[in-house]
């Protein structure tokens, strides 16, 4: 593509001094020289150190994984975070992602399950950390990497494919739920609820305030707790139904309110202690 060019020209001038003018614009072409193609041996070179990125970046999400892991930083460091800052410059964010990229890397090279593909990057891998359970990670980068036509799945199919397990009803969950008899505890919904009793594909339960209802296994899951804790479980269940029960005979919006946020469970269910 022509361009124009303006050529500066120096002169003497009659005073002796030296004069300075714009002569006429110079025309001029860039033609690129053409890419020449990879000789064989600069293919053989390309893949030798494209497979040793690959592999430094692998080796430095498993060591990442590792030193976070054990705490091998508290000697120096109090948390992992001025470790990273201090020793790689590493924003709290990025090495984040590396340990769990690691985490990812280590499930799928120790599966008992043939997994010949591995993630090529961490932001590849990402979608993986959402789920909890090696096996759920395992069976959605298998999944995805047989989508994928045996080849390296993109971001977006293996987010896709973790999507579609997340939205799906628990394996785990269901087995929980499978094992409940009538008088256990459960939530349902994340509220706190006593089975009633138990039919092949649902359950009669009780909640905390009192409503009786039919739901799905899927719908329900066990509360574990330890054994010691029991009676002051029940108590505290008929103790937030009668309040329940007498609140609403007043209308009390306050008290309604209060008991829900007793009966309702955040964040993922965990093991309760004395």
């Not at 499930?107 to 096996?135: F, G, H, N, W």
């Not at 029991?230 to 008290?255: N, Y």
């Amino acid at each position: 593509m022509p361009r124009g060019r303006k050529k500066i020209v120096e002169e003497d001038s009659p005073n002796g001094k030296l004069a300075v003018k714009e002569s006429e614009v110079v025309e001029a072409e860039v033609v690129p020289e053409p890419e020449s193609p990879l000789s064989e041996s600069e293919r053989e070179d390309l893949k030798r150190l494209e497979s040793q990125i690959r592999s430094a970046v692998w080796s430095a999400a498993k060591a990442l994984w590792e030193i976070n892991t054990r705490r091998l930083y508290r000697e120096r460091y109090k948390t992992f975070d001025d470790y990273c800052q201090a020793q790689f410059q590493f924003s709290s964010r990025y090495a984040y992602y590396q340990v769990k990229f690691g985490q990812v890397l280590k499930t799928l090279e120790q599966s008992e399950r043939p997994v010949q593909i591995l993630p090529q990057s961490e932001y590849q891998a990402r979608p993986l950390s959402k789920l909890k359970e090696d096996s759920e990670r395992i069976d959605a980068w298998l999944e995805s990497v047989e989508k994928a036509q045996g080849t390296t799945p993109s971001f977006s199919l293996v987010e896709s494919v973790v999507r579609q397990k997340l939205t799906a009803p628990s394996k785990s969950r269901i087995d929980a739920a499978v094992s409940l008899s009538s008088g256990d505890f459960c939530l349902v919904r994340r509220n706190l609820a006593q089975v009633l009793a138990q039919t092949k594909d649902n359950y009669t339960i009780k909640l905390w305030d009192g409503t009786e209802a039919a739901v799905a296994t899927g719908e329900i899951t066990a509360l574990k707790f330890d054994k010691r804790f029991l009676p002051r479980l029940k108590s505290f269940f008929e103790m937030l139904g009668k309040v329940k029960k007498v609140s609403s005979g007043h209308r009390e919006k306050t008290a309604d309110a209060v008991l829900t946020i007793l009966g309702h469970v955040e964040g993922p269910p965990s093991e309760l202690e004395t």
